[in-house]
C-alpha cells in the first residue's frame, strides 16, 4: 500500500501552494507513480510506460502539507 497520496509544497496552500498527487499526470505524459518519505527529503517518482525515474526531491525544511492514503 501506497502511504503517502499527495504532498504539497509551499506556506499558502490554497493560493501559492504546488500540489502532487499520486496518479497526475505530468511532465510529457509520466504520471506520478510513488511519493516516498525518506530520512531528510521527500521523493517524488514518476512513470511512462515501464519505466520508473526519480523526478523530484523536497528538503523536509520547507513548508510542506503531506496528505495520506485513508484505503486500507
Do not use: T
Not at 31 to 43: A, F, P, T
Not at 46 to 56: C, G, H, L, M
Amino acid at each position: 500500500m501506497k502511504l503517502i497520496r499527495k504532498i504539497s509544497i509551499g506556506k499558502d496552500y490554497k493560493n501559492d501552494a504546488m500540489h502532487y498527487a499520486v496518479g497526475q499526470e505530468v511532465y510529457g505524459g509520466h504520471v506520478i507513480c510513488d511519493i516516498l518519505e525518506r530520512e531528510e527529503k521527500y521523493s517524488v517518482f514518476i512513470r511512462k510506460n515501464k519505466d520508473v525515474i526519480p523526478w523530484k526531491d523536497f528538503n523536509k525544511n520547507m513548508a510542506i502539507s503531506v496528505e495520506y492514503n485513508l484505503e486500507y
